[in-house]
């Protein structure tokens, strides 16, 4: 999670727009439409407007964001005996997910209910959650030997919470943009949904609403926010901040439910007083954003060797999710104690990242391609304007 810093003095470039939005946040790349160039084909023709390039910012951001998520999941197990690997788990779950959040708001601020538009949301959000769902639940009625478990598209199970939330807050795109103060409202819905134990499971409404801040928050960032956190004293300032952060979790961890960083309960669910909702929901917000801000302090603006995985995050990290549970189902960490010492954990961590970046790769993004961006065009109607062009043409 290096950059090389630029000799002092040298002017650095402004970031790039954002981009039409991808489905989701880790994100595939936009589907085609019939007759468009393929990817990284040069654009000819008079009056052709050459392909906008992706920003390679966010796809470092994605990708190194995917890698923490992966390795999070992989400290899990260890966190009952290793402190030095709970304290790790509560930094990164302190900014993995909201720093995906927030990527997903800025690049939802274009969305406005366009056909085009609500066609992707269904294909890049709704289709991978059914198939996702029914698949990881199949899965764990083989590998758990649970055949009971059952198959419900209203009571999302493990990483599939991700699509039902992302599927929410787009289509509240358009109310955010209308509302006077968006960001505070949103933060009182956290915490009314912190405080509310009546709320239910049903489409894992808790963390809809209580990673909603989020999503707000980057919906009204534009690309001078991000510039300001890359600057050199705020990577610098972020070091130590990164390291006090680590030793309060240090000392933290045997002290504090972590369940806190999931945001998926109430406050009396988790046995706190109501009150402690409100007061946790800003604390992990605040924290959250000082630690998302670290985290993009260090993200590469250039090309680095896995630019081009930041494309595939969405296929990592719903399929890393099957050797995440599978580990457990399997008693992997049970069986093979030496997993438990410290070359165990630092082979974990390394075994991890290895897995979620071939996940993330062009090849796997073409064998699950289906599932992850079907094209779908049967189950559309044919836009008029569309229609009536191709008649001029005939």
């Excluded at 930094?91 to 997903?104: E, R």
């Excluded at 699509?163 to 795109?173: K, N």
């Excluded at 806190?260 to 007083?273: I, M, N, V």
Aim: some cysteine; overall charge positive; proline content about 9%.
């Amino acid at each position: 999670m290096t950059n090389s810093l630029r000799p002092h003095g040298h002017q650095r470039a402004p970031l790039p727009s954002a981009q039409t939005p991808a489905p989701g946040v880790p994100s595939p790349r936009p589907p085609r439409t019939p007759g468009s160039p393929q990817p990284g084909a040069a654009a000819t023709g008079p009056g052709t407007k050459p392909a906008k390039q992706r920003d390679a910012f966010f796809d470092n951001a994605k990708y190194l964001a995917i890698v923490f998520v992966a390795m999070g999941h992989a400290w899990e197990p260890l966190t009952d005996h290793s402190r030095a690997a709970e304290a790790l788990y509560m930094v990164v779950y302190t900014f993995h997910m909201p720093a995906f959040i927030l990527i997903s708001g800025y690049f939802s601020r274009s969305f406005d209910m366009r056909t085009d538009r609500l066609q992707r949301l269904v294909t890049g959000i709704a289709v991978p959650y059914i198939l996702f769902e029914v698949a990881y639940s199949l899965f764990k009625k083989w590998a758990d030997d649970d055949p009971s478990h059952p198959i419900s598209l209203l009571d999302p199970w493990y990483l599939t919470w991700f699509l039902v939330a992302l599927f929410v807050w787009r289509m509240t795109v358009p109310l955010w943009k209308v509302v006077r103060w968006p960001v505070p409202l949103a933060l009182a819905i956290a915490m009314l949904a912190s405080v509310s134990p009546d709320i239910g499971d049903d489409l894992d409404l808790q963390r809809v609403l209580q990673f909603l801040p989020f999503f707000v928050v980057g919906l009204f960032m534009k690309p001078e926010h991000f510039q300001l956190m890359r600057r050199r004293e705020v990577r610098i300032l972020s070091v130590p901040v990164l390291l006090g952060a680590l030793a309060f979790a240090y000392w933290a961890g045997p002290r504090m439910n972590s369940a806190w960083f999931y945001h998926r309960d109430s406050a009396q669910e988790l046995g706190a007083p109501w009150w402690a909702g409100v007061v946790m929901t800003l604390a992990m917000f605040g924290c959250s954003m000082v630690l998302t801000s670290c985290f993009f302090a260090w993200v590469p603006r250039r090309r680095m060797w896995f630019t081009v995985l930041g494309a595939g995050t969405l296929y990592g990290y719903l399929l890393h999710g099957f050797l995440a549970k599978g580990s457990r189902f399997w008693g992997w960490y049970d069986d093979y104690a030496w997993l438990n010492q410290p070359l165990g954990e630092i082979f974990l961590t390394v075994a991890a990242a290895a897995v979620i970046t071939v996940l993330c790769t062009p090849p796997v993004q073409r064998a699950f391609r289906f599932a992850m961006e079907p094209k779908m065009e049967w189950a559309f109607k044919r836009d008029a304007a569309e229609l009536a062009r191709e008649r001029a043409k005939s």
